[in-house]
């Protein structure tokens, strides 16, 4: 039977079913007048033994098993109508679900994308990283002649590859850009098991000491310089100033190692550093059938043999970690924070929303009492306000996806770049699945038990109370009262954590870096060594430029290269790992002025130096202290043994103040600054850092094309590329406190709507209480202690649980206890006022209450 | 029904009352009442749910036809399968009936 006839049929079953009770009960009175009664006591009396019309119709219908769609319709359309007639209710319920489903599917969705995804290799659980570790169980890069013992001793790995990421300068007919360059050596793509998407990979002739230079591009950069579906192959590109043909193009998602745009071979140039310069990071692809437990084992062996055979592998260790863990397992802790939070939020959404159906539920009970008596069935009228609850989540859930999706945007744009995989995310469908879920779960959820709670109301109770006050029993008002101590308390939870990685957060940016960073502008490039005295001299006369100076090392942003040295005139220790090491830099000589760095004593080194065999160096604090504890450095002289071929001895002229070089929540470490124009070099891959203003930048960025075309000129100022070095800790920091904030205004929603509820349900007691003489303020204060007792109590709840919770978040924290006093004193004070505004109102609206009023409410 | 029947049982009677022929629902409730002598009490109402199921079974059908009073009422009749389903009802009722008094007797002794 077609739906239409399917219809029509029903109409006339319904319509014959109606006539014929009708024609019952007409039958059933005219016998009565018969009998003797009056028409009115005749048509009484007829019903009453009738039983409910309505009730007998819905049977009926029941036995051809319409009812299900049939009432599913109505009771949408019935919810429909009773949603839209509170709208307050259901403009804040929404809008609360909205942002928790929301919040969520963007944090999971992003989670999803960094944390779960696989690998995008096709065999991702065979790839290990594989790394030398120190007498501490540091991990370390490889040394090259180590990576070759282990390449051909093993019997675990089927390739074993070694490969290191760079910044290079590439050019070509377009304009300079640096990019991030893997070079890698024979079996790093047999690893991968990724094949070129256009062209080819390397083939051994390119391989190998003095081979043709050939590049394989990224599918991005391609896109970026030679244009969409150009054609690339056979085309020159030069990398800091070196001719290489574009042989291949991978796949749009390959950037292995570290977003890596373009790999290039590593055989190429020679490899003539020792075993105790770590210069590499090696990859291995397990042959089948092994596990990475079995290969560690493999490798231990080779560790001890190369450590009884080699000075320099000494205590030296291998160890093999599975390529995911690498990849994800520095962010998991901090997503995994992130995602307990957003879980908190979408719980408080739930408890709130909860409590919300609840206190109006049970001002329905009138309305409940009514549908009742007419005929409703208790399961009925579950069925009805489960109906509206999975309407307002659908709602909420719809509107949550499409915050959803503008929250994946935004984490995408703005999530620091080391983040790995982030730029993956999208809404996709398993999302949108996760969405529904979510909203149907969280509608039965908060549903469910307020609906329980509404339906045991009894007719004659209901309709007797007359108005809906004092149908909440004392059971149901403890309920009340629990979801909103439980928000509270979940919301102060997540607002301390908040709380501490703010404050961690904002002493992380105001940590003195020992730089004057301000007016201080960089950029990356890369010139002949013989240009440099030219490019500083023209910089440093263009009118705004106060100081300007090249360096190796940029500040803040890397550590720089770390080696032995000795002291002239002290002995070599016999162990290697007995020397003393400190982290060595090159600058040029206005580079402490640039910097607004002091010199403590000595000097700094000067053009006369730049021109005088005579080498020079200056060191900080921490060398000297840490070297010539007795305050002697300066005129001592040192040489560091692995940077030059013939390393000569320097002599410290200067001491200057530490300065935080491996990042702002770092401490210094000892640091030699050599004078870079004493250390001549062919080519100058070195950062320009210039005190002046960003107008000048133009001036500058000519007179270093004017030098050498070939060098992209990016600027940055000294303060974004600080801000960079803690991009992650203020993501972090952004998403917790947008939770916490967003838990905060659903605790205080909370707190109002059972208030407003509780004042509502009590206006004509407190009408009474008026009357007999209460003032105002004895109102306001009775409310106002109502909710000041459950704030209390979810504060103190909340405060005890974030004292337990809060050292998850020690590793994250800088410079503090997680049990900071100071954070929690705060989260106490700022949700005290938030929520006691909560109960404000409600409060006031009671105070205002009129006696006369009040008594009619009935 | 105010004094509880057995799930069932309505559909039983109103099985029951039709056998002697086409009746419509007024009379069906009628008849019962006075051959139960008043002892059932049929909330009159609850007999058109039943009579739907017994529509739906196949057991009775009805059709519109006129009352004694004048007024267009539907009248059911039964159908063979209908009396068959009488019959079931019946033996299963007696069954039930005869388990019933042998739990019953020793009281009466």
């Known amino acids: 039977m077609n739906p239409i006839s399917r219809w029509l049929e029903r109409r006339r079953v319904e319509r014959d079913l109606a006539d014929e009770m009708a024609a019952h009960l007409e039958e059933r009175i005219e016998q009565l007048m018969d009998e003797g009664l009056s028409q009115e006591e005749a048509r009484i009396r007829a019903q009453r033994q009738f039983g409910n019309v309505t009730s007998q119709k819905e049977k009926s219908r029941e036995a051809w098993g319409w009812n299900g769609m049939e009432r599913l319709t109505q009771d949408v359309r019935f919810g429909c109508r009773v949603l839209g007639k509170s709208p307050a209710f259901t403009v804040t319920a929404v809008t609360v679900l909205a942002l928790g489903i929301g919040m969520n599917t963007a944090m999971f969705s992003a989670a999803k994308a960094v944390l779960l995804s696989a690998l995008p290799y096709p065999e991702p659980d065979r790839l290990v990283e594989v790394w030398q570790t120190n007498k501490a169980g540091r991990f370390m890069d490889v040394s090259g002649p180590d990576f070759r013992d282990w390449r051909d001793q093993n019997r675990s790995m089927q390739y074993l590859a070694s490969y290191y990421g760079d910044q290079v300068g590439l050019s070509g007919d377009f304009a300079p850009r640096r990019i991030r360059i893997g070079v890698v050596s024979i079996g790093f793509f047999e690893s991968m098991g990724v094949p070129a998407a256009v062209g080819r990979l390397f083939s051994r002739e390119e391989q190998k000491l003095g081979g043709v230079p050939v590049a394989v591009l990224g599918y991005d950069l391609s896109q970026l310089i030679f244009g969409p579906g150009a054609q690339s192959m056979g085309k020159s590109v030069r990398l800091d100033g070196m001719a290489f043909t574009v042989i291949g193009i991978m796949p749009p998602a390959f950037d292995f190692p570290a977003r890596a745009q373009l790999w290039v071979p590593q055989e190429l140039i020679p490899d003539p550093s020792t075993r105790s310069a770590h210069n590499y990071h090696v990859l291995g692809h397990l042959k089948p059938g092994t596990s990475s437990r079995l290969a560690q084992e493999d490798m231990n062996v080779i560790a001890t043999q190369l450590a009884k055979a080699y000075i320099d592998d000494k205590d030296e260790g291998i160890k093999v970690v599975p390529l995911y863990d690498e990849v994800v397992g520095p962010v998991r802790p901090a997503f995994l924070i992130l995602l307990s939070a957003v879980t908190l939020v979408l719980l408080i959404a739930c408890v709130n929303i909860s409590g919300l159906h609840l206190a109006r539920a049970t001002v329905r009970a009138k309305e409940l009492g009514l549908r009742a008596a007419l005929g409703a069935g208790r399961p009925r009228l579950i069925r009805q306000l489960l109906t509206e609850a999975v309407l307002l989540a659908i709602a909420g859930g719809a509107i949550g996806l499409a915050l959803a999706m503008a929250g994946t945007a935004v984490l995408r744009h703005s999530a620091p770049a080391n983040i790995p995989r982030l730029e993956n995310i999208h809404v996709d469908i398993s999302m949108l699945c996760f969405t529904a879920v979510l909203s149907i779960g969280a509608g039965l959820l908060f549903g469910a038990l307020p609906a329980i709670a509404g339906s045991h109301t009894d007719v004659n109770e209901a309709l007797k109370q007359g108005s809906g006050k004092g149908t909440a029993g004392p059971q149901l008002k403890r309920w009340g009262n629990a979801l909103v101590v439980g928000q509270i308390g979940l919301a102060v939870v997540l607002l301390t954590g908040a709380a501490l990685l703010l404050k961690s957060y904002w002493k992380l940016t105001h940590v003195d870096s020992g730089l004057r960073s301000s007016g201080v502008f960089t950029t990356d490039l890369l010139l002949p060594a013989r240009l440099s005295t030219r490019l500083l001299k023209e910089v440093s006369a263009l009118p705004g430029v106060q100081a300007a100076a090249l360096t190796d090392v940029l500040p803040v942003r890397e550590g720089g290269a770390d080696g032995d040295f000795e002291i002239e005139g002290t002995p070599l220790p016999a162990d290697p790992h007995q020397d003393s090491?400190?982290?060595?830099?090159?600058?040029?000589?206005?580079?402490?002025?640039?910097?607004?760095?002091?010199?403590?004593?000595?000097?700094?080194?000067?053009?006369?130096?730049?021109?005088?065999?005579?080498?020079?160096?200056?060191?900080?604090?921490?060398?000297?202290?840490?070297?010539?504890?007795?305050?002697?450095?300066?005129?001592?002289?040192?040489?560091?043994?692995?940077?030059?071929?013939?390393?000569?001895?320097?002599?410290?002229?200067?001491?200057?103040?530490?300065?935080?070089?491996?990042?702002?929540?770092?401490?210094?470490?000892?640091?030699?600054?050599?004078?870079?124009?004493?250390?001549?070099?062919?080519?100058?891959?070195?950062?320009?850092?210039?005190?002046?203003?960003?107008?000048?930048?133009?001036?500058?960025?000519?007179?270093?094309?004017?030098?050498?075309?070939?060098?992209?000129?990016?600027?940055?100022?000294?303060?974004?590329?600080?801000?960079?070095?803690?991009?992650?800790?203020?993501?972090?920091?952004?998403?917790?406190?947008?939770?916490?904030?967003?838990?905060?205004?659903?605790?205080?929603?909370?707190?109002?709507?059972?208030?407003?509820?509780?004042v509502t349900r009590r206006t004509s007691e407190l009408g009474i209480r008026m009357t007999l003489g209460a003032g105002r303020r004895a109102v306001l204060v009775l409310v106002l202690s109502e909710g000041g007792r459950l704030v209390a109590t979810g504060l103190l709840l909340g405060l005890l649980g974030a004292f337990l919770l809060s050292r998850t978040l020690a590793s994250f924290l800088y410079g503090m206890k997680t049990t900071d006093p100071g954070s929690f004193v705060t989260v106490a004070l700022v949700f005290g006022v938030v929520a006691m505004l909560g109960c404000y109102f409600p409060a006031r609206r009671a105070s205002k209450i009129d006696p006369n009023v009040a008594l009619r409410y009935e | 029904m105010t004094r509880a029947l057995l799930p069932g049982t309505l559909e039983m009677l109103i099985l029951q009352t039709l056998r002697h022929g086409a009746l419509h629902g007024y009379a069906i409730s009628q008849y019962i009442q006075q051959a139960s002598e008043d002892v059932l009490q049929v909330e009159e109402g609850s007999l058109y749910p039943a009579l739907q199921r017994l529509l739906r079974d196949g057991w009775v059908v009805a059709e519109w036809g006129t009352s004694s009073r004048k007024r267009r009422v539907r009248t059911y009749r039964l159908t063979p399968a209908g009396r068959k389903q009488l019959g079931r009802e019946i033996a299963g009722f007696e069954r039930l009936l005869a388990g019933i008094s042998r739990v019953m007797r020793p009281v009466e002794s």
């Open chain 1, 581 to 758: 090491n400190a982290y060595y830099r090159l600058a040029t000589s206005q580079y402490f002025r640039t910097f607004g760095i002091p010199i403590l004593k000595g000097r700094a080194f000067d053009e006369t130096d730049d021109r005088s065999p005579e080498q020079v160096a200056t060191v900080n604090q921490t060398f000297a202290a840490e070297f010539f504890p007795g305050g002697d450095a300066i005129g001592k002289r040192i040489r560091f043994l692995g940077f030059d071929a013939k390393p000569q001895f320097m002599t410290i002229v200067g001491i200057v103040p530490d300065v935080r070089a491996f990042g702002l929540n770092k401490p210094a470490k000892a640091e030699v600054f050599g004078d870079l124009m004493q250390h001549a070099v062919l080519s100058l891959d070195a950062t320009l850092v210039v005190r002046g203003p960003v107008s000048e930048q133009a001036a500058v960025r000519s007179v270093v094309t004017s030098l050498n075309r070939d060098t992209p000129v990016e600027f940055q100022s000294m303060d974004e590329v600080i801000a960079g070095t803690i991009a992650r800790e203020r993501f972090q920091t952004f998403l917790l406190s947008l939770f916490a904030a967003f838990a905060l205004l659903l605790s205080a929603i909370g707190i109002y709507g059972l208030l407003s509820y509780t």
